[in-house]
């Protein structure tokens, strides 16, 4: 498996951002909240750090830099275990500049929760 986040992977759609937020539900393992709902198509993966929390437009890239590889290096997790496609929101909630130990430990968290939750009847 190529350990990729391509184009096509990503989340972009605003109908589908509005979507997910309004029917979704979702899964947290501090700082990190993932929403999710599930669609026909592809995987598509979003992530977002909030301006209220970083001022600095330079700091809102580096966290989200950090959560798209965080993800990168993970999604095996999310993928090898499940056949169905989803739609997903990554956020960052905590207000203090993480480092990649921390985003990358909580992100296997984060998605091992997730498959517990939608393996669920």
Do not use: C, W
């Not at 096509?8 to 899964?27: D, M, N, R, T, W």
């Not at 909240?33 to 995987?43: E, G, I, P, S």
């Not at 909630?93 to 393996?119: A, G, H, Y």
């Amino acid at each position: 498996m190529h350990l990729t986040y391509n184009k096509h992977e990503k989340l972009k759609s605003q109908k589908a951002i509005e979507k997910l937020f309004e029917q979704g539900q979702s899964v947290s393992a501090y700082p990190l909240r993932m929403v999710y709902l599930k669609n026909d198509t592809t995987l598509k993966v979003g992530v977002s750090a909030s301006k209220r929390n970083f001022k600095k437009a330079v700091d809102r890239i580096r966290v989200k830099r950090l959560l798209r590889e965080g993800y990168r290096l993970n999604k095996n997790l999310l993928i090898d275990n499940n056949n169905d496609h989803f739609t997903l929101m990554i956020l960052y909630l905590s207000k203090e500049m993480p480092d990649f130990e921390v985003i990358n430990q909580k992100m296997k968290t984060l998605l091992s929760k997730f498959n517990d939750q939608i393996s669920k009847p």
